[in-house]
């Protein structure tokens, strides 16, 4: 599969942004927000060597995973700012990925691909449908049909031998010891996206699936009755012996769930319940009384032990709680409360390297703390440029949901266009 240019012009063009170093962020001012994310956009990307003909691994030690993740980022940068330089790389990335079934079940990465790594692909191709994201490529399903695919895989693996149900963590013999586990993250997943297809789709089958992960979930106690969101448990110990271990992304993946849900059904439980897994997640800010309302990793930043899977969840707990806020608006002055002081600490952080943009890692510190990479920039990227979802269009249902094969031709008066047509 191969872009290639014409010399049409397009009929829409993508936004002309002036990139500010971090440390300048205005939150009240749409312009800075996005001159700010663009230039961590820029250092984000600068981790990924694929181009919009070739998709390209991360570097070790990212798995398979965090590249969906990746895209599922730069694909909120493009909705949020109007950017779309970085669409056909997105688009090359997303397609280069969906596998011979076309639910991204990759033969090449079936040693590292987990429930919870084919869910995080699922999240980035939602968001692609629900945008109307262009789709190149004729020979690919669109993006709603790749992501019901995707529900199909995850849901044949659905795990009634122990637990009463519910997603294991691996999908492999090569994976064994998580093949004993059902986590929340996995679970998660199918939860989110069958709410997000029942919205898409109109399909009562998803919302049924939704209702029952959800109170799978919560029946064995990996919700507990305060909404914090647990690891999980082992399918030997017939899912009794809850991991308490608690990660922001996981909270957000059920919390976007619930939101979803709401909007779906109208059924003020929902709502509710969105409202109450954001007031548990609440233990994720303030790690010192000088640090009031400033985002943290609580199980490993303060002791030095995130992983680089670790050090990128506070980007999909921003991307997830910002897109909750659409679907319910009573959720909104938390999101003024905790998410404002949150990102004026992580454009802050942003502020090392040669150039005085590389982000930190612990937004506490009051500055760049040493720590960087792609994780870093991710969450710092996801908390600033989410602050723009007032002014952005909802995600789309039903039939605006449409197939669109041109790119946005470039800014500064470039003409030309990335077809649909493939060489």
């Not at 994201?133 to 049909?145: A, G, K, M, T």
């Not at 914090?228 to 271990?245: E, F, K, L, M």
Request: charged share 20%; hydrophobic share 40%.
């Amino acid at each position: 599969m191969k872009f290639f240019k014409t010399l049409k012009p397009a009929a829409a063009t993508t936004a002309a942004i002036a990139a500010m170093a971090p440390k300048d962020l205005d939150i009240s001012d749409p312009s800075s927000i996005k001159g700010v994310a663009k230039t961590i956009a820029a250092d984000t990307m600068s981790y990924y060597s694929g181009t919009a003909e070739k998709f390209v691994d991360l570097p070790e030690p990212h798995y398979w995973w965090q590249a969906g993740a990746l895209m599922g980022s730069m694909l909120d940068y493009s909705h949020y700012t109007g950017d779309k330089s970085y669409d056909p790389i997105i688009a090359r990335a997303l397609l280069a990925q969906v596998g011979p079934n076309f639910d991204y079940m990759l033969p090449s990465h079936f040693g590292q691909e987990g429930n919870d790594d084919q869910a995080f692909w699922g999240f980035s191709v939602m968001s692609a449908a629900e945008r109307n994201f262009p789709q190149p490529d004729e020979n690919v399903p669109s993006w709603l049909q790749l992501g019901s695919n995707l529900w199909n895989s995850l849901v044949s693996r659905w795990n009634t031998t122990a637990c009463n149900g519910g997603l294991l963590w691996q999908i492999f013999e090569s994976n064994p010891n998580g093949l004993d586990y059902k986590n929340t993250v996995s679970n998660g997943g199918l939860f989110q996206l069958s709410a997000r297809l029942a919205r898409a789709t109109g399909n009562n089958t998803y919302l049924e699936w939704a209702e029952k992960v959800w109170d799978w979930t919560e029946g064995v106690g990996m919700i507990d009755d305060d909404f914090n969101v647990h690891d999980g448990a082992s399918a030997s110990h017939n899912c009794t012996d809850i991991n308490p271990v608690t990660f922001s992304y996981t909270a957000a993946i059920y919390l976007y769930g619930t939101a979803v849900m709401a909007n779906v059904t109208g059924d003020k439980k929902w709502d509710r319940r969105t409202e109450d897994i954001l007031n548990a997640a609440r233990s994720f800010f303030s790690p010192f009384p000088n640090a009031t309302n400033i985002m943290y990793e609580h199980a490993c930043e303060q002791v030095g032990s995130c992983n680089a899977d670790m050090r990128s969840f506070k980007g999909y707990f921003s991307r997830f709680a910002y897109a909750a806020s659409v679907f319910v608006p009573s959720i909104k002055p938390i999101i003024e409360e905790l998410w404002h002081p949150t990102a004026k600490a992580a454009a802050k952080a942003c502020s090392g390297g040669p150039e005085g943009t590389k982000c930190g890692q612990r937004w506490y510190y009051g500055g760049f703390d040493g720590i960087t990479g792609l994780g870093e920039e991710m969450c710092a990227l996801e908390t600033i440029q989410g602050l723009l979802v007032g002014d952005s269009k909802p995600p789309l249902k039903g039939d605006q949901i449409k197939t669109v094969r041109k790119f946005a031709a470039p800014s500064k008066g470039k003409r030309g266009r990335y077809d649909a047509r493939l060489a």
